[in-house]
């Protein structure tokens, strides 16, 4: 009798199109730490294969699948049985390796990289019932990770961030996955880019502060329309970058920000983020504008 195989193959695209789309999905690369920082998928845990034993402890006990990264498809195949043989499961492991992955790669430590990943802020995924549907901004928006779930859940969606190369990236990663956004280069802080009076039901802004930009906002939403912001607070400097102060909130800043608006959902918190364990100290808020 053969014994059942107890994972399943996963083809880079479509690993690509559930991180991008919201699904939570763990991604684990065994390589080594020279491959691992030569470049990874942004977001992804490294524990190299040989380690695997003594570190099941740091892997998720829980029903989320775990996705096997490594060079070429056969370490992370040996990961997966020996992960199976230990209970583990739901188990996928990457076709390929990463030499079959179509979406970004980033380089550097575990512990060095301040990319945000491919996956939507959790936040967001969480406050995903409360948006009205319809024109949505993502400011800051970084390389789309948010505005690409968004367009993805059918919104219309147009993003901003002052970084080129960023806007590039963004533009590419939504036209892989087929779905629509607007995304444009532009200075949030130097008045050549200009939130349009009144006319977004959604503006997010993640990972970004500008405090200036609250009363642009406000005034950038439509009555009834909604924003959701979130951001480190004054007390990430103890867990690392950023440390100035200007990028940081004070308590219950954002509450004040948005005051006179309806809170649908506000949290500050410390713990680990959801998709790479670190640590941070957060703030968001999910208000809507009266009207
Ligand atoms: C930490 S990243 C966050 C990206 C994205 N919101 C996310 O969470 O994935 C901050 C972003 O702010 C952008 N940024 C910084 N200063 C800016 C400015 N003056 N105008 C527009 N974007 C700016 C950076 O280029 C960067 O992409």
């Known amino acids: 009798m053969t014994t059942p195989q107890r994972f399943q193959s996963i083809d880079g695209e479509e690993l690509y199109r559930r991180l991008a789309t919201g699904e939570s999905v763990v991604i684990l690369d065994v390589r080594t730490e020279t491959e691992f920082q030569d470049r990874h998928i942004p977001g992804s845990t490294l524990v190299p294969l040989h380690e695997l034993e003594g570190r099941l402890n740091e892997l998720p006990n829980s029903s989320t699948p ?3 990264v490594c060079q070429h498809g056969q370490r992370g195949a040996a990961a997966c049985k020996f992960l199976a043989e230990h209970g583990f499961s ?3 492991n990457l076709e390929g390796g990463i030499e079959a992955w179509p979406g970004p790669l980033t380089t550097g430590a ?3 990289n301040h990319h945000h990943g491919i996956a ?3 936040f967001l995924l969480e406050s995903f019932e409360l948006l009205p549907r319809g024109l949505t901004l993502d400011i800051a928006m970084g390389e789309g990770r948010n505005a690409i779930y968004l367009a993805s859940r059918g919104f219309d ?3 901003v961030d002052a970084d080129p190369q960023a806007v590039s990236r963004a533009r590419a990663a939504a036209r892989k996955l087929g779905v629509p956004i607007r995304a444009v280069v532009g200075n949030l802080e130097d008045g050549t880019y200009i939130i349009p009076i009144e006319t977004y039901d959604v503006i997010v802004c993640f990972n970004y502060l500008h405090r200036p930009l609250f009363q642009d906002i406000r005034s950038g939403l439509v009555p009834g329309g909604v924003v959701v ?3 480190f607070t004054h007390e990430q ?3 690392g970058r950023p440390n100035n102060p200007e990028h940081l909130l004070q308590p219950g800043e954002l509450k004040k920000a948005f005051s006179g608006y309806e809170i649908l ?4 918190r410390i713990g680990p983020a959801r998709q790479t364990g670190k640590m941070r100290a957060i703030a968001g808020i999910v208000a809507r504008k009266p009207g």
Do not use: K, M, W
């Open 66 to 68: 775990i996705a096997l």
């Open 90 to 92: 739901p188990l996928l």
């Open 110 to 112: 575990h512990n060095g």
């Open 120 to 122: 939507p802020s959790s």
């Open 157 to 159: 969606v147009d993003g």
């Open 229 to 231: 912001y979130q951001t």
């Open 237 to 239: 400097p103890q867990f």
């Open 265 to 268: 959902r506000y949290r500050e």
